[in-house]
């Protein structure tokens, strides 16, 4: 497609359009198309063009001043103005040569209307595959709000297929630019910034296999060495294998890879996995019920887990075996007085080493929830935790409890010495009281919520483990059609000798 | 009495019959909002396909694109445009919609010709926006902490789209702004592809599909996360 103007508009349903402008000129096969202005939808492969709209397919051609087409079936309809009153012919098949006169079905014509919409991608050459990309050359391609930079070319993928899996390691921006692509392959370059890499660039290769399949592996060249590697199959139904791994090589070396086989049955799961970073390695397997309701009674998931870990110069073993279990049980919700919902969960995990150490998690989580009216709700949740390290040996527990030494105690950030492992029974104990107040004007998109939290914490002392109180305020704001902001603000209170810490949190979608 | 009744209702029938007897003044040109398809040879046609004739002293604007609201005023005597208004900010009282343009105005062949006008199409302002909200249930073996996030394919399926109100313990909560009609896919995640939601049996779940309705409530269930056993 060639035209004075190309734009290409992303629409809020999904769809994408080329909007030409222009002496257009749509070359698909043998049927060649020349107008003034035409709209191609690349969803549904339609195309309306006006103003002295010329269709020619071999030796034949149809004229006239508007012509809608259905790409897939060659079915168009035309409207000649220039006799003594307007006329619609119909074409079938895309024999332009023997147009019927009949009226056009409705929404024959119909177009997306583009109201302002700033295009996505602006250029005057586009070469479609249909169901699967654009590219667009040269490609004029915006910066946020500002003006548009011109690239050489821009591959714009619409495929159905779901290439948003990424290797890639998270960044605090990333700007994909795609370079090649099939229906089923996608190569994209990235333009990263990151706060332990700085700016560097990637690069990603995905395949997909519709729902079935999925590999994706990246490479940053520059700083920030690493190469990536996901992957997922779904061999049958309910048996699945995954593959993650990355390798960071040149100065700092390290090695990361992970392999996972999971069978899942209507009542049960059974997962073996793998793990090998640096030359530290572990496998375990874990056999488990899915998630069982008893209706309006209780909800529960019970699993074993064996495991052996390989862990060269750790002392005093080298290699260890495990076996624990990991379950919980949770009540529904129940309807309090006054209008309260309210329900509770308990968890519980122990997991037995051949060194002598022990370590049991029990949780307790109780919630409570109360909608005011459409527009005003609260959220309160209580969370008590104590995680018991039980070590068989005083002398293990003060090397492995990661606790400070008498002689070397730690400090907190103000100065005050943490009283060290003669304070410490092997347990720790986390609570946490929270409160969510969200006020939604009509339940609609525009938010305001006001987040609180209370923590009482052993141990946790003058800046050490969480802050006892911090406080986030979080606004939605649709400032536009295309446009929604979510800002947030968190503050802790008064812990490690500062007071009012703030933290920025910003969020923008469609 | 019944004779008085009989008397006053004759005086009213020959009073309105006087009054329509009066010459009646031109009735105001009809305002009609649509998208532009075309202005050519002394037509401007809609995207309904409906050809309406121009009055030949109008001035056509220049700035006229293909698919473009329009607010035209239609002179039922003469049956032309007489004024074409581009971009119109709101639909006015009054305002009738290119799918319900009375036939007598719209010009066409016999063979051209629709018995009636359109029932649906395209709408002279597009589709008005809609509040769909979507609800969803997470397994009970969701971190307490995680937030839960609507991944939609208007960003390709970016996880970390929209966060998510938690409304009770296993239960999220959240409205999005749509144009009616849309149709918009869509899942979950915690925020990253490592933790998406996977189907019943851990395969790859095929994004669930809606079409914008105002004050429709969806009410979705996760099966499991890809990161929890």
Redo the contacts between chains.
């Keep these: 497609m060639r035209a004075g103007s190309i734009g290409l508009f992303l629409m809020s349903d999904g769809s994408s359009l080329l909007d030409g402008h222009g002496s257009v000129v749509l070359r698909d096969g043998p049927r060649t198309i020349e107008a003034d202005a035409l709209r191609l939808n690349l969803k549904t492969n339609t195309l309306v063009a006006t103003g002295n709209v010329r269709v020619t397919r071999g030796a034949e051609h149809i004229a006239g001043d508007a012509y809608a087409l259905d790409l897939k079936s060659g079915d168009a309809h035309v409207i000649r103005l220039d006799g003594s009153l307007p006329e619609t012919l119909d074409v079938r098949n895309d024999d332009v040569g023997h147009a019927t006169e009949a009226a056009a079905p409705p929404g024959a014509f119909a177009i997306a209307n583009l109201g302002g919409l700033r295009p996505f991608l602006r250029s005057r050459h586009a070469l479609i595959k249909p169901n699967v990309n654009v590219r667009l050359t040269p490609a004029d391609v915006p910066t946020g709000p500002g003006p548009y930079i011109r690239t050489p070319s821009y591959l714009y993928t619409f495929a159905p297929t779901n290439f948003s899996q990424t290797a890639l390691p998270y960044e605090s921006f990333d700007q994909p630019y795609p370079l090649f692509g099939t229906a089923n392959s996608l190569t994209t370059g990235h333009l990263l910034y990151g706060s332990s890499t700085g700016a560097t660039i990637g690069f990603d290769q995905h395949l997909v296999d519709g729902n079935r399949a999925y590999a994706v592996a990246s490479i940053l060249p520059l700083r920030g060495k690493e190469i990536n590697l996901n992957a997922f199959e779904q061999l049958e139904p309910g048996l699945t294998q995954s593959f993650n791994g990355y390798h960071i090589y040149g100065a700092n070396t390290t090695n990361y890879d992970q392999y996972q086989v999971q069978w899942t049955s209507p009542s049960s799961r059974t997962t073996f996995s793998a793990y090998q970073f640096g030359t530290s390695n572990s496998a375990q397997l874990s056999l488990g019920s899915i998630e069982h309701r008893i209706p309006h009674f209780l909800t529960y998931r019970a699993q074993i887990i064996y495991g052996y870990d390989h862990l060269p110069g750790q002392f005093p073993y080298t290699n260890d075996f495990r076996i624990g279990t990991d379950d919980y049980v949770t009540t529904p919700k129940i309807v309090l007085p006054l209008g309260v919902g309210a329900s509770a969960k308990y968890e519980y995990a122990i997991t037995e080493y051949d060194f002598p150490h022990e370590v049991t998690t029990g949780t307790t989580t109780v919630t409570l929830s109360r909608a005011v009216n459409r527009s005003l709700s609260f959220l309160g949740t209580i969370s008590l935790q104590q995680v018991a390290n039980h070590y068989r040996d005083p002398e293990a527990l003060a090397l492995n409890a990661d606790l400070p030494s008498p002689a070397f105690p730690y400090y907190a950030p103000d100065g005050t010495p943490y009283p060290g492992i003669f304070a410490y029974a092997g347990v720790n104990t986390y609570r946490t009281y929270s409160l969510q107040t969200t006020w939604r004007p009509r339940g609609g998109e525009d938010a305001i919520q006001v987040y609180y939290t209370h923590t009482d914490d052993f141990p946790q002392f003058h800046g050490y483990g969480p802050p006892p109180n911090y406080v986030t305020l979080d606004v939605t704001e649709r400032l536009g059609a295309t446009l929604r902001v979510e800002v947030a603000r968190t503050y802790d209170f008064g812990w490690g000798g500062t007071y009012f810490v703030p933290g920025w949190s910003i969020s923008i979608s469609p | 009495m019944r004779i008085f009744l009989a008397a006053a209702l004759f005086a009213s029938v020959i009073a309105s019959a006087s009054l329509a007897s009066a010459e009646t003044p031109a009735p105001p040109p009809l305002p009609v909002v649509g ?1 532009l ?2 202005i ?4 401007l ?1 809609f ?3 409906d ?1 309406v004739k121009l009055d030949p002293a109008l001035k056509i604007p220049a700035n006229a ?5 329009v607010r035209v005023l239609i002179d039922g005597n003469s049956r032309t445009v007489v004024a074409i208004e581009l ?1 119109p900010r709101k639909l006015l009282p009054g305002d009738v919609d290119a799918n319900k343009i009375p036939r007598d105005l719209v ?3 016999p ?4 018995s009636s006008a ?5 709408a002279g ?2 589709a008005h ?1 809609v ?1 769909v ?1 979507i609800n969803v249930s997470v ?3 969701t971190p ?1 902490t995680d937030d839960v996030y609507l ?13 998510m ?6 239960t999220f909560t ?6 009616a ?5 869509y899942d979950f995640s915690r925020g ?3 933790n998406i939601e996977r189907d ?8 669930r599909a809606l079409k914008a309705l105002d004050g429709l409530q969806t009410h979705d269930t996760v099966r ?1 996360w890809a990161d929890i ?1």
Aim: charged share 20%.
């Design positions: 998208q398809l075309t050519s040879g002394g037509y046609v995207t309904t396909g050809a694109y293909l698919g473009e609201a971009a010009r066409a062949t063979g051209s010709t629709r359109v029932a649906e199409g395209a302002f597009g926006p509040t909200t397994p009970d073996n307490a991944a939609t394919d208007r960003t390709n399926f970016a996880p970390a789209e929209i966060k109100i938690r409304v009770d313990a296993r959240t409205a999005v702004q749509l144009p009609g849309t149709e918009l896919r990253n592809f490592a019943r049996l851990g395969g790859i779940v095929t994004p499991q056993n």
